[in-house]
């Protein structure tokens, strides 16, 4: 993260956000050190902060090296989408290459790892988690409409045979999508078990007296 030094910590803030356009409420900081002068004279303040546009500053250089370094060439597309109820913003990264079956590598393993070294790049700079989707020409976009399709027709039959169904491993994000999406399907609940790569879901069928619903992990 970068530094920022100013009288005071409002001039600061004014500072970034007219430098960034942006609104002081966009603006992530951590007050490092605070001086009082006499008078007024030497007064200062020094933060550390960033804003949506550093932190996509940062994702379009590292990925930029990362395939530079494995000789691919990819255009990359950043859209960031604020969040409601003031969550953090949500950074979908959409590559495109000459060969997108590479970059997607075999069930989406070769995604899922760039997603994660990302991510974890991004999160160590930046002292915070943050919210990151990364996508090949809406690979996982066509994916996440796969494993719905998938959890519609298990959960229909599970609430009408009354039997729990237990689906192939999947990463985190699909997980979570398919929890997501059955979270109003009446009869039945999600629930993950299992651990690394052999985690999955299990639907359960719900009597309509017990319905509820547990979050996965």
Do not use: W
């Not at 997108?100 to 989406?108: D, E, F, L, R």
């Not at 494993?147 to 729990?164: F, L, N, Q």
């Amino acid at each position: 993260m970068k530094q920022y030094t100013g009288k005071t910590l409002n001039e600061v803030l004014n500072g970034i956000a007219s430098a960034q356009n942006c609104s002081i409420e966009d603006i992530t900081y951590n007050v490092l050190e605070e001086k009082r002068g006499i008078f007024g004279i030497g007064t200062s303040v020094t933060i550390e902060a960033y804003t949506a546009t550093d932190i996509k500053e940062f994702i379009f250089e590292y990925l930029g090296n990362y395939f530079t370094e494995l000789d691919q060439g990819v255009s990359i597309e950043i859209i960031v989408d604020k969040q409601k109820d003031d969550a953090a913003n949500l950074y979908r990264v959409v590559l495109d290459a000459e060969n997108n079956a590479i970059i997607i590598g075999k069930n989406g393993q070769t995604l899922r790892a760039i997603s994660t070294v990302l991510k974890a790049a991004v999160n160590a700079t930046f002292k915070r988690r943050v919210n990151i989707v990364v996508d090949v020409n809406h690979y996982k976009e066509d994916r996440y409409k796969k494993v719905k399709s998938i959890a519609h027709r298990v959960a229909r039959e599970v609430v009408k045979t009354h039997v729990d169904a237990e689906l192939d491993p999947m990463p985190n994000d699909e997980r979570k999508v398919i929890h997501q999406y059955l979270q109003d399907f009446k009869g039945v609940q999600t629930v993950s078990i299992g651990e690394g790569a052999k985690r999955h879901l299990v639907i359960k069928y719900v009597p309509k007296n017990k319905e509820h619903k547990e979050e996965t992990k």
